[in-house]
């Protein structure tokens, strides 16, 4: 009952967090053309770096995780990993050419089928759904 509550006020007031795909768009009209110290500045140092032939730095931030166990009836698990990454490929001089997410929406069953809740970066970012 508890949940179905949540849900109800998060569909009147419009979601509780951005869906994934409005994350990225919205990250990407933001960031990219931008120096990649104003994300450093944002959310702190990158999970990790790579520095390519090409003379491009990927960066990945990982934001967010979550993990959550379902067991059967027999007494086994299966563990599902959630996570908020921000991938991005910067310039040589540290411009961001190109910025991804790997995001899921929140929630475990009907809720992350649906993404009323919204996005695991959505949340992490308290970025509300547009619109």
Request: net charge positive; aromatic share 6%; glycine share 12%.
């Amino acid at each position: 009952m508890r949940v179905l509550a949540i849900w109800t006020i998060c569909a009147v007031l419009g979601g509780c967090a951005a869906s994934a795909p409005e994350v990225k768009a919205r990250l990407g009209q933001e960031y990219v053309g931008k120096n990649v110290d104003t994300l450093v500045v944002q959310w702190g140092p990158p999970t990790t770096t790579f520095r390519m032939n090409s003379g491009q730095t990927s960066y990945v931030w990982q934001l967010a995780s979550e993990t959550t166990v379902s067991m059967d009836r027999s007494g086994s698990g299966l563990a599902k990993n959630y996570a908020c990454k921000v991938n991005v490929i910067a310039s040589p001089t540290g411009v961001i050419q190109q910025l991804d997410t790997e995001d899921y929406n929140a929630g475990q069953g009907i809720w992350s089928m649906t993404g009323a809740l919204g996005s695991m970066c959505g949340e992490r970012l308290r970025m509300k759904p547009q619109g």
